[in-house]
């Protein structure tokens, strides 16, 4: 087989020619017609003309396989001008419009009855980038996910072009055979032997971590799966006042009820204290409640504090309760060898969330919830669907994975992890992680050597996460007190304002307790570097010094 291009030269030569190839080919999101066609005729090519092209011309049409070649160039094209530009710190990180300006003055919304021509499709797609936000931009520093890794675009391409699904190994073979691996090995690398463990990727964090609770309760009560919430004790969980919500919102959903949650005081950095997590199982006991359930954090979302976890175990096997450690964010960092020691105790766990399209930089979505008990997910959801599980199939059915989930179709979202894993190697991610850490530690640095900010937490970061405020040149003489929080409450929301009109960077903002509202950076994306945090700080000041 005939390899068309030469990919065994070091990173750097790779990474050089993709910059080169991508400058001379296609047209880029901001070339107009007559720029597009003057680089296709300098390259001795004739530019596609899609204006009287539709799709019912593309395959499986007889004879489409040149135009099918040519709107896909056309495609891959754009989108190597997005992926280039997004990486350039001269563009910007969005060029934000109104939703009633997106609707009436950029592009329309409207679905015809008639079909348009892949000229105009190729439009849609150009204005739909340019109108989004570029997540993978050095600057956007707004989300817990952010980064565009290459290969993982490659893996999500693939994905899609195989338009599988994941409930069967019959039509999934090489996938499932893939997840089954990957799920392995990240069970042992949270510390689990090779003879436990099971788990399944789950569309995001949150059903992850229902699933744990769906899990737990089964596991305690297998006879809710038939005669429901009706023939069982009225249930207690917790989870600290700084976990995610969805805790919560998955005890709503599974019939528990919100109330029945039970949120656990934090000390300052935003741990779950385990005193009070006794205290909270002693207090549900005494209004008649069953505790069952304790959910960690690894990672919180604002702060990014790690909860104690061997503590939390020990008070869950004294009590007998399912511990579930929330790692979706923190998840990244059993891939450091430098910082993996926050998670110590996580072995201990029943059940993990970790989502990959976190600190690992893996496109959206891809997260995964680990259970120790092997087959347990298996009994709790499945209900052997005759037209999909069948018994007497020509091969292993144990891999007919897909009565482990509440769903029935299931995106494959395990190749772009797989291919990622083996471009980068975990040393590769443990490095990545590294990097993300240290551009927190350079940002907390800096702000404590500036006095036009003021850190939320006074101590060094635990994770990526950095919280702070902004103060203007008319609060830094005002002493703390009402006053001065109502004024400083006001400052963030216009400065992110400001910033996202500009579009030259994105950083998210909350309050939290009884602080008011304050910056959160937070980095995952391996392309930023000191020099954006330093344009971060500035721009800040810039955009707040008449507030």
């Known amino acids: 087989?005939?390899?068309?291009?030469?990919?065994?030269?070091?990173?750097?030569?790779?990474?050089?020619?993709?910059?080169?190839?991508?400058?001379?080919?296609?047209?880029?999101?901001?070339?107009?017609?007559?720029?597009d066609s003057a680089a296709v005729k300098d390259r001795g090519q004739t530019p596609a003309d899609f204006s009287r092209i539709y799709s019912k011309d593309l395959l499986p049409a007889p004879g489409g396989e040149e135009l099918t070649r040519g709107f896909l160039q056309e495609l891959v094209n754009i989108l190597l001008g997005y992926i280039s530009k997004s990486n350039q710190r001269s563009s910007k990180v969005l060029d934000f419009h109104h939703p009633h300006q997106l609707k009436e003055e950029c592009f329309t919304l409207d679905l015809p009855d008639q079909p348009e021509t892949l000229e105009q499709i190729l439009v849609d797609c150009?204005?739909?980038?340019?109108?989004?936000?570029?997540?993978?931009?050095?600057?956007?520093?707004?989300?817990?996910?952010?980064?565009?890794?290459?290969?993982?675009?490659?893996?999500?391409?693939?994905?899609?072009?195989?338009?599988?699904?994941m409930f069967t190994y019959e039509v999934s073979p090489v996938f499932v055979l893939m997840e089954e691996f990957l799920l392995r090995k990240m069970q042992s690398i949270v510390g689990w032997s090779a003879d436990v463990g099971d788990g399944i990727f789950c569309p995001g964090g949150t059903i992850s971590n229902l699933y744990s609770i769906l899990v737990a309760r089964y596991h305690f009560y297998p006879e809710v799966k038939t005669r429901g919430m009706g023939v069982l004790p009225q249930l207690a969980l917790f989870t600290s006042e700084q976990s995610h919500y969805s805790v919560k919102k998955s005890a709503a959903v599974l019939g528990m009820g919100s109330e029945n949650v039970f949120m656990v005081k934090c000390d300052e950095s935003g741990k779950m204290i385990p005193a009070e997590l006794e205290s909270s199982i002693v207090t549900a006991e005494e209004k008649g409640l069953v505790p069952f359930?304790?959910?960690?954090?690894?990672?919180?979302?604002?702060?990014?504090?790690?909860?104690?976890?061997?503590?939390?175990?020990?008070?869950?096997?004294?009590?007998?309760?399912?511990?579930?450690?929330?790692?979706?964010?923190?998840?990244?960092?059993?891939?450091?060898?430098?910082?993996?020691?926050?998670?110590?105790?996580?072995?201990?766990?029943w059940s993990v969330t970790w989502n990959p399209h976190k600190m690992m930089g893996v496109p959206l979505q891809c997260s995964v919830i680990l259970v120790k008990k092997r087959g347990l997910l298996q009994e709790c959801n499945d209900f052997g669907a005759e037209y999909l599980f069948q018994t007497d199939k020509n091969y292993d059915v144990s891999y007919d994975t897909g009565d482990k989930s509440i769903q029935c179709g299931r995106h494959v979202d395990v190749f772009k992890l797989w291919l990622m894993w083996k471009a980068k190697g975990s040393e590769g991610f443990g490095s990545q992680v590294n990097k993300c850490l240290e551009n927190a530690e350079y940002l907390y640095d800096q702000l404590q050597r500036r006095t036009d900010f003021e850190l939320v937490l006074k101590n060094k970061p635990e994770h990526s996460n950095v919280c702070f405020w902004y103060i203007p040149p008319r609060l830094r003489g005002l002493p703390p007190g009402p006053d001065r929080d109502a004024i400083l409450h006001q400052v963030a929301p216009r400065i992110k304002g400001r910033m996202m009109e500009k579009g030259s960077v994105m950083i998210g903002y909350q309050p939290l307790g009884d602080k008011v509202n304050f910056f959160r950076c937070v980095f995952s994306n391996p392309a930023t570097q000191q020099e954006d945090v330093d344009f971060l700080l500035d721009e800040i000041a810039r955009m707040g010094d008449d507030l």
Not at 19 to 29: E, F, H, N
Not at 131 to 145: A, D, E, I, M
Not at 295 to 318: M, Q, S
Request: net charge positive; charged share 20%.
């Open 1 to 35: 087989m005939k390899v068309p291009t030469d990919f065994s030269s070091s990173f750097a030569d790779t990474v050089v020619c993709f910059v080169l190839s991508d400058r001379l080919i296609g047209k880029t999101a901001g070339r107009d017609k007559e720029q």
């Open 126 to 165: 150009k204005d739909t980038l340019k109108y989004g936000v570029r997540t993978g931009h050095p600057r956007f520093l707004n989300q817990l996910s952010s980064g565009l890794d290459v290969v993982g675009v490659a893996g999500e391409w693939l994905t899609s072009t195989a338009n599988t699904n």
């Open 293 to 349: 359930y304790v959910n960690a954090t690894a990672g919180t979302t604002v702060y990014g504090a790690f909860d104690p976890l061997k503590a939390i175990a020990d008070i869950c096997h004294r009590h007998t309760l399912w511990m579930h450690v929330d790692a979706a964010w923190g998840g990244g960092l059993l891939m450091s060898d430098r910082h993996k020691i926050k998670l110590a105790g996580i072995e201990r766990a």
